[in-house]
């Protein structure tokens, strides 16, 4: 079985879909390091609590 080539995507378009990604990952890695570090928080006060 042979694979066909991707159909041809224009460059403008491939620029957009990138862009897009890099945005939504950035999103995601930004959201995780906020809940992260608001965790990391919670839990060093709750040790200092008990």
Do not use: N, S, T
């Not at 041809?8 to 906020?34: D, E, N, S, T």
Request: hydrophobic share 50%.
């Amino acid at each position: 079985m042979r694979l066909r080539p991707a159909p041809a995507v224009p460059p403008r378009v491939r620029v957009q879909i990138l862009q897009f990604l890099a945005k939504r990952v950035l999103q995601c890695v930004l959201l995780l390091r906020c809940e992260h570090g608001y965790l990391c928080a919670y839990w060093e006060w709750e040790d200092r609590a008990v």
